[in-house]
């Protein structure tokens, strides 16, 4: 009964961080660190890769 619970909670914990980082990409807020040395920042900032060059 315990380890139900415990597996219940976990797997609780991991949807909501999935839902929140689906919701943060639906709303634009997916980059959280540095873009300078991704090689897609282009993608999600298209005015600054003419900066980096």
Do not use: N, Q, Y
């Not at 597996?7 to 909501?16: K, N, Y």
């Amino acid at each position: 009964m315990g380890d139900l619970i415990v597996i219940s909670v976990i797997v609780l914990v991991v949807l909501l961080i999935v839902f929140s980082m689906i919701r943060s990409k639906k709303k634009g807020k997916s980059c959280s660190c540095g873009c300078a040395s991704c090689e897609k920042r282009f993608l999600c900032h298209p005015e600054s890769d003419s900066e980096t060059k």
